[in-house]
């Protein structure tokens, strides 16, 4: 079948790469895809991914089998929907099944009326209230915008001034714009953070292999929150009994709770995790596969992705046998000088065929041609995956990748899996 994939970043780089292999995979496409995606698949400009009566006019006439989005802007806005009316197969969650990843609210709310582990709260659409709160809790706590940040919309504040001044930036200065209108303040969780991805078609839910990403800029977890400067799989810190109580008590009664709602939920669930204390406890969902644990974890998956996703579309996914590597995987990114913040764009990469030649994968997430060089064109420039046989390996494979390549202000993590270490 004639397959498309929606999106442009390492995420979906990583989806077309893995999906490219499938038996199933006649023709790829990519709305609108990126260079590394140009491999394996024909990159579409032109269409905007927030354009659903476009998507579904192109995904027609060039008789697509399978729509698999990445992002999570197009699976809030209703793209799933409109192309299973069209009659059209897609991979992801509804309108109304993304909710759980566009409102924080809903998905806090969903945790407390089903009794699923999550860290205490408040809501709060009143600054000033909202300010009052934090005087008496105290800190370390945390504030998040209601809706989509682009997984940036989150404040761990150390003391009383700073999360006052996350409130008057996300609501008043509108620094997520109308994401921030509402807020959560929540308490702070204090251990380890894991993330578990997982298949579900509405009834089963299989976990893929946890991850773990650094969020943190800096080394050591220092610096701003960012949309993930690498991560590894496995997570030594999601044990046999750890994951199984994260099924157990997070996962199934999720997709339940979606259910009693009325909700069928199907495609990829993301539960970032904290283990407190050997418990696992929802700091976030999100409606879609992770940046950067995609590129972790898919590498790792044995099975034909294809295959899954329409397990998931059809309701058959207790048929699949899912079964992954025992090996491991690590994904440095390589990001631009100043991300998250401001950083200049236009420099040109050297070495990408070097790191390839020593083993790794490269997976694109914000590169751009400029005649025959390849330039930077975004905050998170490069994944550098490796897989081997453990987690020491996989990093050193990776990071002499990273050494082999270059571009003006290459700012990267020299960290990568310390907790794993």
């Given at each position: 079948?004639?397959?498309?994939?929606?999106?442009?970043?390492?995420?979906?780089?990583?989806?077309?790469?893995?999906?490219?292999?499938?038996?199933?995979?006649?023709?790829?496409?990519?709305?609108?895809?990126?260079?590394?995606?140009?491999?394996?698949?024909?990159?579409?400009?032109?269409?905007?991914?927030?354009?659903?009566?476009?998507?579904?006019?192109?995904?027609?006439?060039?008789?697509?089998?399978?729509?698999?989005?990445?992002?999570?802007?197009?699976?809030?806005?209703?793209?799933?929907?409109?192309?299973?009316?069209?009659?059209?197969?897609?991979?992801?969650?509804?309108?109304?099944?993304?909710?759980?990843?566009?409102?924080?609210?809903?998905?806090?709310?969903?945790?407390?009326?089903?009794?699923?582990?999550?860290?205490?709260?408040?809501?709060?659409?009143?600054?000033?209230?909202?300010?009052?709160?934090?005087?008496?809790?105290?800190?370390?706590?945390?504030?998040?915008?209601?809706?989509?940040?682009?997984?940036?919309?989150?404040?761990?504040?150390?003391?009383?001034?700073?999360?006052?001044?996350?409130?008057?930036?996300?609501?008043?200065?509108?620094?997520?714009?109308?994401?921030?209108?509402?807020?959560?303040?929540?308490?702070?969780?204090?251990?380890?953070?894991?993330?578990?991805?997982?298949?579900?078609?509405?009834?089963?839910?299989?976990?893929?292999?946890?991850?773990?990403?650094?969020?943190?800029?800096?080394?050591?977890?220092?610096?701003?929150?960012?949309?993930?400067?690498?991560?590894?799989?496995?997570?030594?810190?999601?044990?046999?009994?750890?994951?199984?109580?994260?099924?157990?008590?997070?996962?199934?009664?999720?997709?339940?709770?979606?259910?009693?709602?009325?909700?069928?939920?199907?495609?990829?669930?993301?539960?970032?995790?904290?283990?407190?204390?050997?418990?696992?406890?929802?700091?976030?969902?999100?409606?879609?596969?992770?940046?950067?644990?995609?590129?972790?974890?898919?590498?790792?998956?044995?099975?034909?992705?294809?295959?899954?996703?329409?397990?998931?579309?059809?309701?058959?996914?207790?048929?699949?046998?899912?079964?992954?590597?025992?090996?491991?995987?690590?994904?440095?990114?390589?990001?631009?000088?100043?991300?998250?913040?401001?950083?200049?764009?236009?420099?040109?990469?050297?070495?990408?065929?070097?790191?390839?030649?020593?083993?790794?994968?490269?997976?694109?997430?914000?590169?751009?041609?400029?005649?025959?060089?390849?330039?930077?064109?975004?905050?998170?420039?490069?994944?550098?995956?490796?897989?081997?046989?453990?987690?020491?390996?996989?990093?050193?494979?990776a990071y002499k990748g990273v050494e082999?390549?270059?571009?003006?202000?290459?700012?990267?993590?020299?960290?990568?899996?310390?907790r794993a270490l």
């Amino acid at each position: 079948m004639n397959i498309l994939i929606i999106g442009s970043g390492g995420r979906e780089h990583t989806l077309a790469w893995k999906i490219s292999q499938s038996s199933k995979c006649e023709k790829l496409y990519a709305i609108p895809g990126n260079l590394g995606i140009a491999e394996v698949a024909e990159c579409i400009e032109g269409i905007s991914i927030n354009d659903n009566s476009a998507v579904i006019d192109f995904a027609k006439s060039h008789e697509i089998g399978l729509v698999v989005i990445g992002p999570e802007a197009p699976l809030v806005n209703g793209l799933v929907d409109d192309l299973t009316a069209a009659g059209i197969k897609a991979f992801g969650p509804t309108k109304a099944a993304a909710q759980i990843e566009g409102s924080k609210i809903f998905a806090k709310n969903l945790m407390k009326k089903y009794n699923i582990p999550t860290a205490t709260y408040e809501i709060f659409d009143d600054v000033n209230k909202a300010c009052r709160y934090i005087k008496a809790a105290g800190t370390p706590i945390v504030v998040k915008a209601d809706g989509l940040a682009a997984g940036k919309g989150v404040i761990v504040a150390q003391t009383v001034d700073e999360a006052i001044n996350a409130v008057f930036e996300v609501m008043e200065q509108k620094s997520f714009g109308e994401a921030g209108s509402r807020i959560v303040i929540e308490e702070f969780m204090d251990g380890e953070e894991a993330s578990v991805l997982a298949f579900t078609d509405g009834k089963t839910i299989i976990p893929m292999v946890p991850s773990q990403d650094h969020k943190r800029v800096n080394d050591g977890d220092k610096g701003l929150n960012t949309g993930g400067m690498g991560a590894y799989a496995p997570a030594p810190i999601m044990t046999e009994e750890i994951l199984k109580k994260a099924e157990d008590k997070i996962l199934k009664p999720t997709i339940a709770a979606m259910s009693k709602e009325g909700i069928n939920y199907k495609g990829c669930l993301y539960a970032g995790l904290m283990i407190v204390n050997g418990e696992p406890k929802v700091v976030e969902f999100n409606a879609r596969f992770g940046d950067p644990e995609t590129q972790v974890v898919l590498p790792l998956l044995e099975n034909d992705l294809v295959d899954i996703m329409l397990a998931c579309i059809e309701e058959n996914l207790d048929t699949q046998k899912i079964e992954w590597s025992s090996d491991s995987a690590v994904c440095i990114v390589l990001a631009s000088g100043g991300y998250p913040q401001n950083y200049k764009k236009g420099f040109e990469i050297d070495g990408i065929n070097k790191a390839k030649a020593l083993g790794n994968l490269i997976f694109h997430a914000g590169t751009a041609k400029a005649g025959n060089k390849i330039v930077t064109n975004g905050g998170r420039v490069l994944g550098v995956v490796a897989r081997a046989d453990n987690i020491k390996s996989a990093v050193d494979k990776a990071y002499k990748g990273v050494e082999v390549i270059h571009f003006d202000n290459m700012h990267f993590r020299k960290d990568i899996a310390y907790r794993a270490l």
